[in-house]
């Protein structure tokens, strides 16, 4: 656990709350580095204020019921010291050494309790970015990527989640209120992942749907019952080293050679086994997803037993797991933009 430091109270100005102001007690913790705005209809910050990762601001209350801004004190800043600061940015917590809290549906702070020990099973699935934008093209990450603003995402698989087996191992220790929020109209009002400035600026190019806060969904649902010592950051920690792994490998080489040109699943796997040893191309499901005539490289899932750290052999973990259908037999690689 980080240790947070607390921003005593100390005489402020308070702005009139509107009339859906929802008055909430505690602290912010903040993640990263966020605008603490006076205004946030207008967008101004007289005196340019910012958050500080892993401080804990004394919490005023939320712009409105299932609302997106905090209004946090910020002693010393000017004009006002109450400002207000994206929920997207932190956490919501009673006091400042409390367990990772988040404002459920009921407007209620939910504990999310977790015990156990790390999982040692896993599958990590990875998926091929312009694919998944051919189906889903109004997410504002899709949006991003046809309008040529994520190149990488053409040159590296991308990620979706860490996922904790059996496959109904999942929500654990998480209330039913939050639970409840799961869905993609709502995954920013679910709980942010307790992760420093490093990992998340890793997980944004590495993880596009972090745009449309699907790290806050795979935390919640797969992330809650990996149980690492060190909570959300080494959940996204190890899935990003895992990620790299692949991406180096002639795996990634092989995706990144054939954009726009079909590849087989006998392919995909003989290129596992290259880089990680004989008979780890048989943990690998392949994915894909049908765009009119064409059929798409979707996704890769990879099967793994083992505990994972920094230091760990991919092909050891992939080679410790049962062996699986191949899936998917062939696609195409394809290509940034609507086809």
């Not at 404002?103 to 990590?124: A, K, R």
């Not at 046809?146 to 904790?164: A, K, M």
Request: with cysteine; proline share 4%.
């Amino acid at each position: 656990m980080r240790l947070l430091t607390v921003l005593i109270a100390g005489s402020f100005m308070v702005t009139t709350p509107a009339a859906a102001f929802k008055k909430l007690d505690g602290y912010f913790i903040a993640f990263e580095t966020c605008e603490a705005y006076h205004s946030k209809n207008r967008l101004t910050n007289p005196g340019d204020i910012t958050t500080s990762p892993s401080v804990a601001y004394k919490m005023l209350g939320l712009n409105k019921e299932g609302g997106d801004y905090f209004q946090v004190q910020m002693d010393d800043a000017p004009v006002s010291n109450a400002r207000w600061v994206s929920t997207d940015c932190g956490v919501h917590v009673v006091e400042a050494d409390t367990r990772t809290r988040g404002t459920g549906s009921d407007g209620s702070n939910d504990v999310i309790e977790q015990e156990g020990t790390e999982s040692v099973d896993n599958l990590l699935t990875l998926s091929w970015q312009p694919a998944f934008c051919e189906i889903r093209p109004g997410k504002k990450e899709c949006r991003d990527l046809n309008d040529g603003l994520l190149p990488h995402t053409t040159r590296q698989l991308s990620i979706h989640g860490l996922w904790p087996q059996p496959k109904d191992n999942i929500y654990c220790g998480v209330p039913a209120n939050i639970i409840d929020l799961d869905k993609p109209d709502t995954w920013d009002r679910l709980p942010a992942p307790a992760i420093d400035t490093e990992t998340a600026d890793a997980l944004r190019a590495a993880m596009p749907g972090y745009a449309s806060f699907l790290h806050h969904h795979e935390w919640i649902k797969h992330g809650t019952c990996f149980l690492g010592e060190d909570g959300a950051d080494e959940y996204y920690d190890d899935t990003l080293y895992l990620t790299e792994l692949v991406n180096q490998s002639a795996v990634g080489d092989l995706f990144f050679n054939n954009v726009g040109a079909e590849i087989t699943g006998a392919e995909i796997r003989a290129a596992f086994d290259a880089s990680f040893g004989q008979g780890t191309g048989d943990r690998v499901l392949i994915k894909c997803t049908n765009d009119g005539s064409r059929t798409l490289i979707n996704e890769i899932w990879l099967g793994m037993k083992g505990k994972i750290t920094r230091e760990s052999d991919l092909g050891e973990l992939m080679l410790a797991a049962d062996t699986v259908a191949m899936g998917c037999s062939r696609g195409t690689v394809d290509m940034t933009g609507l086809q």
